[in-house]
Structure formats: structure tokens, C-alpha cells
């Protein structure tokens, strides 16, 4: 199956400065690509998703970034602000409506410092 | 809209006992999923169904039961609570499967003693 790492799993940042978390995954079938965000005590958010026709996405300032043919993908956070500290994780599915598996990384404990 | 509901938000069981976490979506979404969180690791799928009527295991299903009579609700009941079992745990949908995102509930975080 699918298997998703995630690095690094802890990141201090000086508020303004970037963010970048990473992520391999193992399928090369793998064709959707999305990046939560889950803050103390709540859910994970959907905050970005890629899919594999394009090879960077970006909103605000948040921005990921995808490799295929390495198989890795990035979420960039520029001019960080303390509402950025969360957990963010990444996923990566085939993409397809009739496969329901998501599989997640282990998560990256992202701090703000101001 | 509500998006998608659990309760309770927090439960401490004792060993063998039994309970049900609640999970409801108003989004008329096809695909629910149960998953747990434990400390410094990812989400780990337990059950998933694609309908109503439709229910189907995931990666770690062992002590746990769900059904899915209407497309809004999606229980998962544990029948004889075990320490391993405490964790946090998540109820999520999406319209469809893979090809779409997931919208997660605020968890029920759950302690067996």
C-alpha cells in the first residue's frame, strides 16, 4: 500500500520568516494531494490539495509543490504569523472517486515564534 | 451548515465497558470514514463506507463495529473497551472517494482505564 513520510516532524520559525514541510510517497499511481492543518484540540482542515496535472498550486501564502517523477510534494508558508502554528499533515490518494483510502503522514509540529 | 458533528467530545470508559461515538454530516456526502490519532503518528483509518447500507473495514478495524442506516449518520461502537484503544478519534466525509477531500470532525478524545 501507499506509504506517506513526512519531514521534519517539529519546525520553529521566526514569525515572517518561511515554512516549508515535506513529503515522499511511495505509488507512483498516486494522483491527489492534500495538506491539513489541525489545531489544538480540532479537526484537521483542508487548507490546500494539488493534483498530479499541475505542478505547483498556490493561495495566499500558502503554496505546494509537486514532484512526480521524484514522488515528493511541499507546503511552503511564507511571512509566517503565530495563527500558523498547528500540526500540518499531508496525504496523497489515487485520486480516483471509487478509492476512498487517504493515506496521511505523521505530521509536522509547526511553531510560530514571535 | 454544521459540517461534520461527533459527540461526545471527551469520554473516559472503563475496561470491557462499551459505548458508541456519534458522528453526523449534513453535507449529503457519500463517503464517511472512523479514524484515530495517536500521539506522533498520522490518522489511521478504522471503517469507511461509500452509502448507506454500505460499510467496509480499513486499516485497523479489530474492536470496533459501525453501520450506516441513513447517509447522515455513521456510528462506531467499541464492545469491550481495551487500554489500547485509547486515543482520539475521528469521524470524517467527502462527496466521493479518493478524488476529493475529506471534511473532519473536532474528534472525541476517549481514555480507557
Known amino acids: 500500500g501507499e506509504n506517506v513520510e513526512q519531514h521534519p516532524s517539529t519546525l520553529s520559525v521566526q514569525e515572517g520568516d518561511s515554512a516549508v514541510i515535506k513529503c515522499t510517497y511511495s505509488d507512483s499511481a498516486s494522483n491527489y494531494f492534500p495538506w491539513y492543518k489541525q489545531e489544538l484540540g480540532k479537526g484537521p482542515q483542508l487548507i490546500i490539495d494539488i493534483r498530479s496535472n499541475v505542478g505547483e498550486k498556490k493561495d495566499q501564502r500558502i503554496a505546494v509543490t509537486l514532484n512526480k517523477t521524484a514522488k515528493h510534494f511541499s507546503l511552503h508558508i511564507t511571512e509566517t504569523q503565530p495563527e500558523d502554528s498547528a500540526v500540518y499533515f499531508c496525504a496523497a490518494s489515487m485520486g480516483r472517486p471509487n478509492d476512498y483510502k487517504l493515506s496521511f503522514g505523521a505530521g509536522t509540529t509547526v511553531t510560530v515564534r514571535a | 451548515n454544521a459540517g461534520v458533528t461527533q459527540t461526545p467530545k471527551f469520554r473516559i470508559l472503563k475496561i470491557g465497558q462499551s459505548m458508541t461515538l456519534q458522528c453526523t454530516q449534513d453535507m449529503n456526502h457519500n463517503y464517511m470514514y472512523w479514524y484515530r490519532q495517536d500521539p506522533g503518528m498520522g490518522l489511521k483509518l478504522i471503517y469507511y463506507?461509500?452509502?448507506?447500507?454500505?460499510?467496509d473495514k480499513g486499516e485497523v478495524p479489530n474492536g470496533y463495529n459501525v453501520s450506516r442506516s441513513t447517509t447522515e449518520d455513521f456510528p462506531l461502537r467499541l464492545e469491550l473497551a481495551a487500554p489500547s484503544q485509547t486515543s482520539v478519534y475521528f469521524c470524517?466525509?467527502?462527496?466521493?472517494?479518493?478524488?476529493?477531500?475529506?471534511?473532519f470532525g473536532d474528534g472525541t478524545r476517549l481514555s480507557i482505564l
Open positions: 463506507s461509500v452509502g448507506a447500507g454500505i460499510t
Open positions: 470524517a466525509s467527502s462527496y466521493s472517494g479518493g478524488d476529493q477531500p475529506q471534511h
